[in-house]
């Protein structure tokens, strides 16, 4: 373990280092629900909300271009204001409306409009470095009468990321950090790669607007890494980490997390990057680099870390509900998604590298 790294242990423990039992409730919904897991700085019964509501039928499988994409981008858009995040489009980091970048796309020869939502955390020690942490939020809509409601796939990653949005409004990020909830992942990774697309080719050295900030921030943002989540919902009680293989920093964050985690809940597994790995039956064997909207970082060579679970009987299907996930779980594997940013917040910048 890095020395680094080991001095970030401790702010673990004491962040994370205690057990609680609870009933939590709340004034605008009511969940009951029984974990030891504490969340410091955010009431987790607002992290299962996020995954009910996203996962919720009136969502009706966020498909993009349809009203339940709407839905749940309106939703997400209220979610970033609450906490406090920036708009993009303000900082002139992006071609983007408010918190949206609205982007064009070809769908089995149907344009297709699909609706990014980003929103941005000003860095105290790094501030023109920054992480980039993304989730889909799209799914497949309705077939027929079912809905296809993507508990697991994706809205587990969104509430994930809405965590960690909280805990940082709190307790200020070392690097800068631009939160992406994509859309249009499931019709081909196209909202990370408009995104990042635009990052290079219009905006490729942006510099911020720096009326809305308290200090100027020299230009080129730099992106340092991405972090993704898809599928922590915690089925089948794994959590995979892949993109670490090479990277001893990394490996540490990854053996200091599964450390603090335990496996009473959920199971951390490395994945190996370059590998092509068979987690399931259903699966076949399927190259996890490039499975999410991690593979278009990864493909740029940007370093990232992609945090997802193992195929299961209700993936892609009307079964993937909040009724299926494991609440345990998927709290656990939101916290380790957690404790791994905040441990890469700590590094010193040149340690993040493959």
Same mark, same amino acid.
């Given at each position: 373990?890095?020395?680094?790294?080991?001095?970030?242990?401790?702010? &673990?423990?004491?962040?994370?280092?205690?057990?609680?039992? #609870?009933?939590?409730?709340?004034? %605008?919904?009511?969940?009951?629900?029984?974990?030891?897991?504490?969340?410091?700085?955010?009431?987790?019964?607002?992290?299962?909300? =996020?995954?009910?509501?996203?996962?919720? =039928?009136?969502?009706?499988? %966020?498909?993009?271009?349809?009203?339940?994409?709407? %839905?749940?981008?309106?939703?997400?858009?209220?979610?970033? /204001?609450? &906490?406090?995040?920036?708009?993009?489009?303000?900082?002139?980091?992006?071609?983007? =409306?408010? #918190? /949206?970048?609205?982007?064009?796309?070809?769908?089995?020869?149907?344009?297709?409009?699909?609706?990014?939502?980003?929103?941005f955390q000003r860095g105290q020690q790094y501030p023109n470095q920054v992480l980039i942490i993304t989730a889909h939020y799209d799914h497949l809509g309705t077939k027929g009468k079912r809905i296809m409601n993507g508990a697991d796939d994706n809205a587990s990653g969104v509430a994930g990321l809405l965590a960690i949005a909280r805990f940082f409004s709190v307790l200020a990020?070392?690097?800068?950090?631009?939160?992406?909830?994509?859309?249009a992942e499931e019709h081909g990774l196209h909202g990370a790669r408009y995104f990042l697309e635009n990052w290079n080719s219009v905006y490729g050295k942006p510099s911020l607007n720096t009326d809305l900030i308290d200090e100027p921030i020299d230009a080129p943002i730099e992106i340092k890494m991405n972090i993704n989540l898809d599928m922590i919902g915690g089925t089948k009680g794994n959590l995979y980490f892949t993109g670490a293989r090479k990277n001893q920093a990394f490996l540490a964050i990854f053996d200091t997390v599964t450390q603090q985690i335990g496996r009473k809940h959920i199971r951390l597994k490395r994945g190996h990057g370059s590998a092509r790995l068979s987690r399931d039956a259903l699966s076949g064997n399927i190259d996890w680099r490039n499975a999410s909207d991690h593979a278009v970082f990864r493909k740029q060579g940007i370093p990232y870390l992609y945090l997802g679970g193992d195929l299961h009987d209700f993936y892609h299907t009307s079964d993937d509900t909040i009724d299926n996930i494991d609440q345990n779980a998927f709290m656990a594997s939101v916290k380790a998604a957690l404790m791994t940013v905040i441990l890469l917040d700590g590094l010193p910048s040149q340690y993040f590298e493959f």
């Amino acid at each position: 373990m890095s020395n680094t790294v080991s001095n970030l242990v401790l702010i &673990i423990a004491l962040l994370f280092g205690f057990e609680a039992k #609870f009933v939590f409730a709340q004034n %605008r919904t009511s969940c009951d629900v029984k974990a030891d897991f504490a969340f410091p700085f955010n009431h987790p019964c607002q992290t299962l909300l =996020d995954l009910t509501t996203l996962s919720s =039928d009136t969502m009706q499988g %966020r498909a993009p271009s349809t009203q339940g994409q709407q %839905r749940a981008s309106n939703y997400i858009i209220e979610q970033f /204001k609450s &906490i406090g995040l920036l708009p993009v489009s303000q900082l002139g980091l992006l071609d983007t =409306d408010g #918190f /949206k970048q609205v982007f064009q796309y070809d769908h089995y020869g149907t344009a297709t409009t699909g609706e990014n939502i980003l929103g941005f955390q000003r860095g105290q020690q790094y501030p023109n470095q920054v992480l980039i942490i993304t989730a889909h939020y799209d799914h497949l809509g309705t077939k027929g009468k079912r809905i296809m409601n993507g508990a697991d796939d994706n809205a587990s990653g969104v509430a994930g990321l809405l965590a960690i949005a909280r805990f940082f409004s709190v307790l200020a990020p070392n690097y800068s950090i631009l939160y992406v909830a994509t859309d249009a992942e499931e019709h081909g990774l196209h909202g990370a790669r408009y995104f990042l697309e635009n990052w290079n080719s219009v905006y490729g050295k942006p510099s911020l607007n720096t009326d809305l900030i308290d200090e100027p921030i020299d230009a080129p943002i730099e992106i340092k890494m991405n972090i993704n989540l898809d599928m922590i919902g915690g089925t089948k009680g794994n959590l995979y980490f892949t993109g670490a293989r090479k990277n001893q920093a990394f490996l540490a964050i990854f053996d200091t997390v599964t450390q603090q985690i335990g496996r009473k809940h959920i199971r951390l597994k490395r994945g190996h990057g370059s590998a092509r790995l068979s987690r399931d039956a259903l699966s076949g064997n399927i190259d996890w680099r490039n499975a999410s909207d991690h593979a278009v970082f990864r493909k740029q060579g940007i370093p990232y870390l992609y945090l997802g679970g193992d195929l299961h009987d209700f993936y892609h299907t009307s079964d993937d509900t909040i009724d299926n996930i494991d609440q345990n779980a998927f709290m656990a594997s939101v916290k380790a998604a957690l404790m791994t940013v905040i441990l890469l917040d700590g590094l010193p910048s040149q340690y993040f590298e493959f």
